[in-house]
């Protein structure tokens, strides 16, 4: 099994709509969550961290179900720049390297 | 402020040719620095870190090396490039998540 899962898409949806991401991990002592957004050609950027409670920043949302190891990110309203591969990230806790999935790729199209 | 620097951004080099890439971070001190790779359609694969002054640890077996001669340089070599080393070469520095270097793309032909 994998470490941390993606479905990687496409997903192709319409301007406004809101589309969400699924993510499963395999370590359960996994203590740090993020989801990363990489556009064409660039280098991954940080979008949010995951907290065991769930966190908002403006469309987004992302949620943490420790005991599925499963974690999500919901956009909502979608904009054509939100268009772009999404990481989900998982790592222990400390110096431990990051581990991320292939990512999911989101086309919103006009 | 925290910045990471890389460079070349873009690199084609023949078999067998040996590989350099270098990368800096600023506004921090003892950083934990990553080398990460990503292959056309793939995701990233962790290939070496280090959390200090000449403490490299290597994820992967290859003809790739790390080395980190400075607080806050890394660097990534190659005594003799393979066709399959081609990809996206990123570096990271590890704050509360990552932040990445702007990569190198590379190309062995």
């Known amino acids: 099994r994998k470490e941390v899962e993606q479905d990687p898409g496409p997903f192709n949806v319409p301007e406004g709509a809101t589309v969400a991401f699924n993510c499963t991990y395999s370590?359960?002592?996994?203590?740090?969550f993020f989801w990363y957004r990489q556009d064409c050609r660039k280098e991954p950027k940080l979008l949010m961290s995951?907290?065991?409670s769930g966190n908002e920043d403006g469309r987004f949302t992302a949620q943490l179900n420790r005991a599925s190891q499963y974690i999500s990110l919901l956009i909502r309203d979608s904009k054509l720049s939100d268009s772009a591969t999404y990481l989900c990230?998982?790592?222990?806790?400390?110096?431990?390297?990051?581990?991320f999935g292939k990512g999911t790729r989101l086309s919103v199209i006009a | 402020s925290q910045t990471i620097h890389q460079w070349p951004a873009t690199l084609v080099q023949p078999v067998g040719s040996p590989l350099s890439l270098e990368c800096t971070v600023e506004?921090?001190?003892?950083?934990?620095l990553y080398w990460y790779r990503q292959a056309a359609g793939r995701g990233l694969q962790l290939l070496f870190y280090?959390?200090?002054?000449?403490?490299i640890s290597s994820e992967v077996p290859q003809n790739l090396s790390a080395s980190r001669p400075q607080d806050r340089q890394f660097i990534l070599s190659s005594k003799k490039l393979l066709l399959s080393d081609s990809g996206f070469y990123l570096c990271?520095?590890?704050?509360?998540?990552?932040?990445f270097g702007s990569g190198t793309r590379l190309t062995v032909v």
């Open positions: 990271a520095w590890r704050a509360l998540g990552y932040t």
């Open positions: 370590n359960s002592a996994s203590q740090s």
């Open positions: 995951v907290y065991s």
């Open positions: 990230v998982v790592t222990l806790s400390g110096n431990t390297p990051l581990v």
């Open positions: 506004g921090t001190s003892n950083p934990n």
């Open positions: 280090s959390v200090g002054i000449g403490q």
